[in-house]
Every structure is written in structure tokens, then in C-alpha cells.
């Protein structure tokens, strides 16, 4: 059987603000491949430890206050990942994700051979720059190859639904349209929630 489209990573992450100098405390993603059940494809989910948080801005606080909640429980303590430790997480997903790409390129002679495009919404405005001052501040030479590895293209399934609105919608007037719950702001539902909103487009729910 062959995938519906080209396969992508839905990536969503929850910080302390949407300040420049707001920390990253997690980063979920799903692959698509455009082909797998939903159920079955290849997730991360990393929850980030910090010994302090710095710039924070209360909204944000609250929307995370148990993600806050849940790094400050000892118990909970495997859970959660130095950052270091997260940002190696991240990319051994990015490189799976180039893997599967590599793969849907060579057998069906895409030019960006290889290159992985993440999905999300406003994805490419808030999302990347935040990963990629994640990385720079505690993983340098992870950042270099991350930025070998991500296209510069991005999608936001807002703009697939444009005709749907007439205008490009949230995520929660898109779910209304695809069956799924109300946005939790925990990051792997929302990357999922784009999965849902892809999967809608090519009829494959």
C-alpha cells in the first residue's frame, strides 16, 4: 500500500512563555508515514528538567502548573530528562523521522531527498525558533545536525483549512471538524491533533 502523502513529523512543545528567553518544558511528536493506523506510529515525549526556571510568564505557568507540578515530585524524577539528555532524544526522533523520508523519497524521486518537514500550527514562528534556542543553549552540536536534517519548508494545517473557514483557523475550530477533543496544551495531543487534521484532508479516518 502506498502512503497518502509524504511523511512528516507533528511536533508541539510547552514552555514557560513565548519570550525569547522562555525555557522549553517538553517537546512531543508523532511521524506520519501516511500509511501506519494512528495507534501505531512513532512518538517522543520529553518532559524537561530544570534545577531553576527562569524568565516564566504567569499564563504559561498556569497552562503547565502540573507539567511544573510533576518536575518538582521526586517520585516522578524518571520521568523527566536533562536537558542535554532531551535534546539527544529529540534528535535520534528527527532521525528516525529522515529515515522514513529517505525512504518515501527514493521510491517516489522527491527532490528534497530526505529532508523532514515538521508540522504544527504556527509551527515555524513559535515552535522552531523556541527548539532552536533549546538546542543552541544546551546542545550545540545537536542544533547542527537538526539543522542538517529539518526542510525549510513547514506545515500548518490551518492554511488546508482555509476554504473550510474562509480564514486560517485555531486548532480547536479545525478539531471540531476531525472529531478530536478539545485542545489540552499537552504537547502529544496537540502534535496529534495535527496527525487528525492531515489524516481528515486525505480521507484516511
Given at each position: 500500500?502506498?502512503?497518502?502523502y509524504r511523511?512528516y513529523?507533528?511536533?508541539?512543545?510547552?514552555?514557560t512563555?513565548?519570550?525569547?528567553?522562555a525555557?522549553?518544558?517538553?517537546?512531543a511528536g508523532?511521524?506520519?508515514?501516511?500509511?501506519?493506523?494512528?495507534d501505531?506510529?512513532?512518538?517522543?515525549?520529553?518532559k524537561?528538567?530544570y534545577?531553576t526556571?527562569?524568565y516564566?510568564?504567569?499564563?504559561?505557568?498556569?497552562l503547565n502548573?502540573?507539567l511544573?507540578?510533576?518536575?518538582?515530585?521526586?517520585?516522578?524524577?524518571?520521568d523527566?530528562?536533562?536537558?542535554?539528555?532531551?535534546a539527544?532524544?529529540?534528535?535520534?526522533?528527527?532521525?528516525?523521522?529522515?529515515?522514513i523520508?529517505?525512504?518515501y523519497?527514493?521510491?517516489?524521486?522527491?527532490?528534497?531527498?530526505g529532508?523532514?518537514?515538521?508540522?504544527?500550527?504556527?509551527?515555524?514562528?513559535?515552535?522552531?525558533?523556541?527548539?532552536?534556542n533549546?538546542?543552541?543553549?544546551y546542545?550545540?552540536d545537536?542544533?547542527?545536525?537538526?539543522?542538517?536534517?529539518?526542510?525549510?519548508?513547514t506545515l500548518?494545517?490551518?492554511?488546508?483549512?482555509?476554504?473550510?473557514?474562509?480564514?486560517?483557523?485555531?486548532?480547536?475550530?479545525?478539531?471540531?471538524?476531525?472529531?478530536?477533543?478539545?485542545?489540552?496544551h499537552?504537547?502529544?495531543d496537540?502534535?496529534?491533533d495535527?496527525?487528525y487534521a492531515?489524516?481528515?484532508?486525505?480521507?484516511?479516518?
Amino acid at each position: 500500500m502506498k502512503p497518502a502523502y509524504r511523511p512528516y513529523a507533528s511536533v508541539d512543545i510547552e514552555t514557560t512563555g513565548i519570550g525569547e528567553d522562555a525555557e522549553v518544558l517538553q517537546i512531543a511528536g508523532v511521524i506520519d508515514d501516511g500509511i501506519s493506523p494512528i495507534d501505531q506510529l512513532k512518538t517522543i515525549d520529553l518532559k524537561i528538567k530544570y534545577k531553576t526556571l527562569g524568565y516564566s510568564e504567569p499564563f504559561a505557568l498556569m497552562l503547565n502548573a502540573g507539567l511544573i507540578a510533576d518536575m518538582s515530585n521526586r517520585e516522578l524524577k524518571d520521568d523527566f530528562f536533562k536537558p542535554a539528555a532531551a535534546a539527544i532524544g529529540l534528535i535520534d526522533f528527527v532521525n528516525e523521522a529522515f529515515n522514513i523520508t529517505k525512504e518515501y523519497d527514493e521510491a517516489n524521486d522527491i527532490r528534497m531527498k530526505g529532508k523532514v518537514i515538521f508540522a504544527g500550527k504556527n509551527y515555524a514562528s513559535f515552535d522552531d525558533p523556541k527548539i532552536r534556542n533549546f538546542l543552541s543553549k544546551y546542545a550545540p552540536d545537536v542544533l547542527k545536525e537538526y539543522n542538517h536534517l529539518a526542510s525549510y519548508k513547514t506545515l500548518d494545517v490551518g492554511s488546508m483549512y482555509y476554504l473550510d473557514f474562509g480564514y486560517n483557523p485555531s486548532l480547536s475550530q479545525i478539531n471540531e471538524l476531525t472529531g478530536r477533543t478539545e485542545v489540552t496544551h499537552k504537547a502529544l495531543d496537540d502534535a496529534f491533533d495535527v496527525v487528525y487534521a492531515v489524516r481528515k484532508k486525505a480521507n484516511l479516518l
